[in-house]
T-cell receptor, first 113, second 113 residues
Framework: DVKVTQSSRYLVKRTGEKVFLECVQD?????MFWYRQDPGLGLRLIYF???????EKGDIPEGYSVSREKKERFSLILESASTNQTSMYLC????????????FGPGTRLTVT | EDQVTQSPEALRLQEGESSSLNCSYTVSGLRGLFWYRQDPGKGPEFLFT???AGEEKEKERLKATLTKKESFLHITAPKPEDSATYLCAVQDPSGGGADGLTFGKGTHLIIQP
């Protein structure tokens, strides 16, 4: 079974702090994704990566950056957290860029106060 | 811009009462339509991928079908453990955007014993 793990289930940070969210997958997938999920807005893509050291912006990249130094690991960085970044953050991975299902981690619920 | 609309927003059924969930979509070049199940506080769980009109996939009490404009998730004789939010998503890289998925807002399904 595909396993995608995220470093924290719950996280509370203060406004202005730098925040790192880590994601690891164990299926040798090329592609990894970061989404956020908010009530009434659904899941929205922040960034994705189709190879080590490669990254592409999704629909809502503002205020975020990412890092992919190893194939299995994809990090989401909030350079200066703000209250409107309070959300559920979900990492996913997939074998191919298109046409295959994406497998999600359990999510990190981030609260910025 | 890709759009995915799911209906109804919420559905309450009695145990054993079959029904269908709808996902209508507008994309210029469908690379896949995906169904997920999401339990409260958890990441989405991949269920099915459909690629072309007329295709059907089954898993236990669930069957997904696809036409050129919409997909249905049929639930036959549901049990309380089928209660969850069901998400539909599409992938359309030809739109020039990301390889990520565009999600609908989901159908919250409750099966009462």
């Amino acid at each position: 079974d595909v396993k995608v793990t995220q470093s924290s289930r719950y996280l509370v940070k203060r406004t202005g702090e730098k925040v790192f969210l880590e994601c690891v997958q164990d299926m040798d997938h090329e592609n990894m994704f970061w989404y956020r999920q908010d009530p009434g807005l659904g899941l929205r893509l922040i960034y994705f990566s189709y190879d080590v050291k490669m990254k592409e912006k999704g629909d809502i990249p503002e205020g975020y950056s990412v890092s992919r130094e190893k194939k299995e690991r994809f990090s989401l960085i909030l350079e200066s957290a703000s209250t409107n970044q309070t959300s559920m953050y979900l990492c996913a991975s997939s074998f191919a860029r298109t046409g295959t299902g994406q497998y999600f981690g359990p999510g990190t619920r981030l609260t910025v106060t | 811009e890709d759009q995915v609309t799911q209906s109804p927003e919420a559905l309450r059924l009695q145990e054993g009462e079959s029904s269908s969930l709808n996902c209508s979509y507008t994309v210029s070049g469908l690379r896949g339509l995906f169904w997920y199940r999401q339990d409260p506080g958890k990441g989405p769980e991949f269920l099915f991928t459909l690629y072309s009109a007329g295709e059907e996939k089954e898993k236990e009490r669930l069957k997904a079908t696809l036409t050129k404009k919409e997909s249905f998730l049929h639930i036959t004789a549901p049990k309380p453990e089928d209660s969850a939010t069901y998400l539909c998503a599409v992938q359309d890289p030809s739109g020039g955007g990301a390889d990520g998925l565009t999600f609908g807002k989901g159908t919250h399904l409750i099966i009462q014993p």
